[in-house]
């Protein structure tokens, strides 16, 4: 009946959370070197070793497609190379060609694969195409990880699909725009950040802050140090250093510290979670099972629209019945139950 | 028996055409301005406008795929931007990714359709991709004539792509490496060369002189003048400005002047209809029925690599079983008579 | 005496202002659309538009090495082109050549000019180097206004610029990072906003947001709307499209509705010139009398050491005695005083 | 008197020299296999070892434009980095920014120095320019030899500039454009051609097949074999890899096998020294004494237009009243003598 601006449309519509906010508060008080020679920015790069438990090197850039355009150039290292991701990723069909441009010109192949996830056999079959200098050599294998239709790879998965790029000169990215949400539902399982990131064989990692919680900050992460050589220039050159970098790198610095990134992740999981359920219950197909924080449910497109008059705003994504809902770690129980309680009069028989 | 070092494996294995060497031989003659300022130059455009029956702008540069990404830049204009072409093209294949080089980032984006060829639904559906600005935006139509599979469109063909091309915001290419063969075949059911470009919507061609029998020279014609604006720049920092240009110039002067282009092109064509006859002849399917030059037959590994030990030397092209044969302006009856008597007694039974 | 962490170092070491941060706190309530389809973002337009008086066509982006290379890149329109700018000029020598990546290639020249300025004459005799294809064509002409040397262009000067250089087919950028307080400046002479952009023939100016106040953005202003044809796509492969971007535009609506940004700038030039006085009643040679907010003056290093070892921190600017100490919105007259106090000191005899 | 259509504009303009005819005719009996896989290119290769006493790494791209630009992205490997050029260096003002738009956006900084030379001084201090990432990284020297102004650069003076240049992380390439009438000076000195090459410190030299008689052919030859890595395929994605490569290849067998590039080198040479000694007996001032193939004199404009008007055509290079005079393979002592003759008549007092 209410019409309120809930909105499951992106987990970017949610605004900052506490942590980041406080985080912000903190490095607005006074004066602080620019360009990342304020004490915070240490602090930053030191907990991102802890997270991940390795000596690796983090970068601070602004978005998810500067992160992940910038990264792919970093592992292809010239124009004339290939990029192979699945055909829903983020930087195929979401970043205007982004990273062919940042790369100079580096040829981006989708490939297919069930629920959203790429198999070592296709990324084999794709590496076949082309017949020497004709075609781009092998440059970078581009995973994601929660998927864009909310699964997950495993980390024995990655593992196969890493040792396989590897073995043909690929170096692998993983964009982890839901990386919090990733991470949160495999620590459930016991497996650490390290599992699924370079111990399983990814050579870097675009680590998600927006989609967290944060403000205009995402982290790009080498776990393999040789790839990160003269990063800082292309950051620099691709308009991506912040003069006042310490209000990126406080915000992880209060996110990392104790776990806020995690148990984020985690409530959008479990808000998502709650969602599927009550969808089920009124017998809608879930088009995946939820790993994470999105939602894939089949409506009609008069339920959807239906929906929409009250004020609902979410997105088409599969087909013409395949309808994505994503939490944000801002999503409320009470949300999802207004969301379902008007779901209910408008599945409702007259 | 005998095993002679002929060759079907592409039309660029022959040397240069007996118009083309004395081309060469004229234009050494002296000294000459350079950078395209001698006669021979203004001699060739003018000719390529007498052989389109429109004032288009013609350029020359070194080859195909130059030609090509030249072109698509000059018809892109800028680098967010969408490259549509048949999944067997040249473009996507074969030039590695220099497309989205000389773009600057262009997304190139193969298609199917049967028979090498596109047609406007595919295209359509393709358009559909992509959200806004989250997308490159319609760029440039790419259309191989004749096509990687030896497949001709027709002008109506050519038409119907070209409309619903340029009512999404696309500017047309044809990538015409063998536009000779092309135009000799249509020729014979009365379409002229303006008939299937222009009159057909092509904003520019890609004209191939290398597989017409000339020496390090394409022809980049645009027919819609406005894309041809700055494009000499283009050519300059493109690394394709020949300061001794007559050397390129002349040849295009000998070979078109008096139509041995065409007779080169019908030549070849009529070779490969020799080769198909005979192969059908012996019970081979035929992939494709040869339109142009190349001949698309199935025949098994081990015919294959029997008449490769005969000193035969083509190529595998379609999954296990497709080979094709290329015929050039220089193959011969006796040529095809001696790849077919070898072949019989490859295929004889003992 | 004391030694505080107090800075002259650079006008991007202050924190946010309180519009800012207010703005900030009011995005921050529920969530809204992202990429721009918030309220926020239409009515930041709309008071660009009021500022500027004139229908322009503004975009923000995260920072100003960003802003000013996608905006040279739309200006120049290909990368077979000359930007022109002065020898100081922060997009020659402050931003790892992001104008040449942005713009795929094209040159930038830097050209003398006393004061930190350029003049008519000056980029006139750029514009004979070369010859033909053999040079980059005309793209852009770059102005910083206030200028890296803390000078500004009268509108008469600007102008004078603008007809030069559109009549030998330049665009005309204007990097605004110290926009504010530029527009401060000249408003005390009765000179608007329009003035000594749009009406003296600027096609796009950079305004910027981070020297004023603000977190992570900054504005592309474009006067004559031809040249944002397409900009948003620029704007996306850049990676500069935010996705909480009423996070950026909300500081935007605050600073300029009630003009907080002149007060800032103005607050920040006046700042200036009190520490300008001090500096003179000492003895000490102003370079430049300081028409904005940064002070230039020399000293000798012994002077600069003792003041560096009192906790101060500013930068060498020009030569071994040159020195650059910067105001910002947020320094304070007991700012100026106590570092007057501590050079009174270092400077007295023993 | 006479007015024949002879020029000293360009060692351009001349055709084809009797070793590149006959070794286009040798080439041009048969099919050969394409893209390099022909026996002249494996020659070819071997020549050049030899020629340069080192197992060096060639390719062959088709002008000079390409060669630098191709050979300067290999050196710098990535688009934030300083290419450092002599002024009136090819690379940065003929070649419309090739190098900046083939690496993908790197800095060409063009440095003063006597002689058409640069000295390790000024490169020095240009790399004191910048600070860490806000100023592109040091990617490359280019040195040309000879210069543009007909001067040489000795073994010493470049050991002086690789030694400078390799120890503050850039590598070095040679512009050789006239590397045989380099080699053909030096020759005389006792100099090899792999002693102001990879002995001097040169990590890659572009070797001008074209101002050394040859059709459409430059070498790119690399000393320093890491440099390399991946070359094929810049020089493909770059639409710099011959379908026909043996036309290429075939004339630098037939130039290097027997000494024929060296000869053609210091015949010009000769004939530049034979036009300078004609010049100064009229008492007219030579800018640089002759040290190649290029004659560098003052004369009035009066003087020129008059030389114009007899059909005599060569351009004015420095300030007003400097002419530049080339010679070539094809100059012959009569030609000399009819430009003096003629010259000799206009200089006479009435």
Redesign the interface.
């Known amino acids: 009946m209410s019409a309120p601006?809930?909105?499951f449309?992106?987990d970017?519509?949610?605004?900052?959370c506490p942590e980041a906010?406080a985080a912000?508060a903190e490095?607005?008080?006074?004066?602080?070197?620019?360009y990342g020679d304020d004490p915070w920015t240490a602090q930053a790069k030191k907990l991102f070793r802890d997270t991940f438990e390795t000596d690796c090197e983090p970068f601070l850039?602004?978005?998810?497609?500067?992160a992940n355009?910038?990264a792919l150039a970093a592992l292809c290292?010239?124009?004339?190379?290939?990029i192979l991701c699945h055909e829903t990723s983020h930087v195929d069909?979401?970043?205007?060609?982004?990273p062919?441009?940042?790369?100079?010109?580096?040829?981006?192949i989708p490939l297919p694969g069930p629920d959203g996830k790429l198999r070592p056999a296709e990324v084999e079959r794709a590496l076949l195409?082309?017949h020497g200098?004709?075609?781009?050599?092998p440059g970078a294998l581009s995973l994601t990880q929660s998927t864009e239709l909310g699964t997950l790879y495993t980390p024995d998965e990655i593992r196969a699909l890493t040792a396989s790029a590897h073995a043909r000169g690929l170096a692998v990215h993983m964009d982890g725009a839901r990386f919090a949400n990733a991470a949160a539902a495999l620590a459930a399982r016991g497996v650490s950040p390290a599992d699924f990131t370079w111990r399983a064989g990814v050579d870097a990692l675009c680590f998600g802050g927006?989609k967290n919680g944060m403000?205009?900050t995402e982290a790009v992460v080498f776990f393999n140090r040789d790839l990160a050589r003269?990063f800082?220039?292309?950051?620099?050159?691709?308009?991506?250093?912040?003069?006042?970098m310490r209000?990126s790198s406080v915000q992880w610095v209060h996110l990392l510290r104790d776990g806020a990134w995690l148990r984020h992740g985690a409530h959008a999981n479990a808000m998502a979670r709650r969602l599927a359920d009550g969808l089920r219950a009124f017998g809608l197909r879930l088009i995946q099972e939820p790993a994470v924080n999105g939602v894939f449910v089949e409506m009609t497109p008069a339920v959807y629209d239906a929906m929409t008059a009250r004020g609902w705003?979410f997105y088409r994504f599969v087909g013409d019945h395949g309808y994505r809902l994503m939490c944000a770690w801002?999503t409320t129980p009470a949300e999802i139950d207004a969301f379902l309680a008007d779901l209910k009069q408008v599945l409702a028989p007259a």
Chains 1, 2, 3, 4 share one sequence.
């Open positions: 601006n809930y909105s449309a992106s970017n519509t949610a605004g900052l906010w912000l490095a607005n008080a006074g004066r602080a070197p620019s850039v602004f978005n998810g497609t500067a355009a910038l290292r010239s124009p004339h190379t290939q069909v979401d970043e205007c060609a982004a062919e441009f940042f790369t100079g010109g580096a040829k981006v195409r082309g200098v004709h075609y781009p050599k927006t403000l205009t003269e800082e220039y292309r950051v620099k050159q691709g308009g991506q250093l912040a003069s006042k209000f705003h801002s």
